[in-house]
């Protein structure tokens, strides 16, 4: 069993400040192939699973009945940075199925993304339920509400059928029994599902391999996203990076509190990460970090190495350390 070395340190001068204790499971061909730490330690999975929660509403026929495309279905799977163009859509697919932003059962917070951030600043107008990063993936589940005759309202809650459809893809693609699968409330509000990073890891190289082997669904989820990159995260936003300099080759879907899955499709393979401590300026790190151990990465384009050795700096813009993988 291969061992990776994912921990990040972050230097002030010649010392060492702080430590981030990072696990990892890697399932290539539906093997277990290589570990960092704890490969079965269990977390929520937060925004990781989005890629699964969208798969109910297609197979069942409702997303073509609405008549959405790509640009839908690569928000319904996105963290998005709050941008105009991120904004307008989820909008968009409100109206598509006759309903509105209050609709929406997540609650509003600043935009993710710098750009974001300064428009809405710059704008002087309110935050909205539209901003929230997973207002695709809701706007993608009131839809499924709607298409099947279901109460839209309380569909964000653990027992509504929306959110059991979802867990219930969760269960199959990980291959976790219904009975195994920890379930609690997500920060968006909706089902988050709890499982061990080797189930995490599993489900997303079953869906690379099902990508490589041209099934329908995970095909045309992959298509969006590649089509799409800056809807998935946004301007200068890890995931939307990772998929631009990999030409579509790798897609990483971000979860809150240090938790990152990704897919390698032509390799049959994908890893989820886990920073013990939650920590975002870790998270990134560790991910290029287990591509460039993979030999995924052969060689590293500048915007991505940017991410596994970045200088600290001070207020005055000096550069007193760095942020690197052990």
């Known amino acids: 069993m291969r061992q990776l070395t994912l921990d990040v340190e972050v230097t002030r001068g010649d010392a060492?400040?702080?430590r981030h204790r990072v696990?990892?499971?890697?399932v290539e061909g539906e093997q277990l192939v290589a570990t960092a730490r704890d490969p079965q330690l269990v977390s929520p999975w937060r925004s990781c699973a989005k890629p699964f929660q969208v798969m109910p509403l297609i197979h069942s026929g409702g997303?073509?009945?609405?008549?959405?495309?790509?640009?839908?279905?690569?928000?319904a799977c996105a963290s998005h940075?709050?941008?105009p163009e991120h904004l307008a859509i989820a909008a968009k697919m409100l109206a598509s199925i006759g309903l509105e932003e209050g609709d929406l059962a997540c609650g509003p917070h600043e935009p993710l993304s710098v750009r974001g951030a300064k428009l809405w600043r710059e704008s002087g107008g309110p935050l909205t339920r539209l901003h929230n990063n997973c207002s695709g993936k809701h706007a993608a589940m009131l839809a499924r509400a709607?298409?099947?005759g279901w109460p839209t309202h309380g569909y964000q809650r653990i027992e509504h059928q929306v959110q059991r459809a979802c867990i219930g893809e969760v269960s199959c693609w990980s291959g976790t029994p219904l009975d195994d699968l920890g379930v609690a409330?997500?920060?968006?509000?909706c089902a988050v599902m709890i499982l061990p990073l080797d189930r995490?890891?599993?489900a997303y190289a079953r869906f690379g391999a099902a990508v490589a082997s041209g099934e329908a669904v995970p095909s045309r989820i992959a298509r969006a996203i590649r089509a799409h990159p800056h809807l998935v995260g946004g301007t200068e936003r890890f995931d939307t990076v990772l998929l631009q300099e990999t030409q579509g080759r790798v897609f990483a879907k971000v979860g809150a509190e240090g938790v990152h899955t990704v897919m390698v499709p032509e390799r049959k393979l994908g890893f989820a990460i886990k920073v013990e401590d939650g920590a975002l300026r870790a998270q990134h790190a560790a991910v290029v970090a287990a591509l460039?151990?993979?030999e995924v990465l052969a060689d590293l384009p500048s915007r991505l190495a940017e991410y596994v050795r970045k200088p600290i700096r001070n207020t005055r813009g000096e550069t007193v350390g760095e942020l690197r993988v052990e």
Do not use: K, N, P, R
Not at 23 to 26: C, D, G, Q
Not at 63 to 71: A, H, K, P, S, V
């Open 16 to 18: 060492v400040e702080s």
């Open 23 to 26: 696990h990892a499971a890697v």
């Open 63 to 75: 997303f073509d009945q609405i008549g959405w495309g790509d640009e839908e279905l690569a928000l």
């Open 81 to 83: 940075g709050a941008e």
């Open 146 to 148: 709607v298409t099947m």
């Open 185 to 189: 409330v997500d920060g968006c509000s």
């Open 200 to 202: 995490m890891a599993m």
């Open 292 to 294: 460039q151990q993979l």
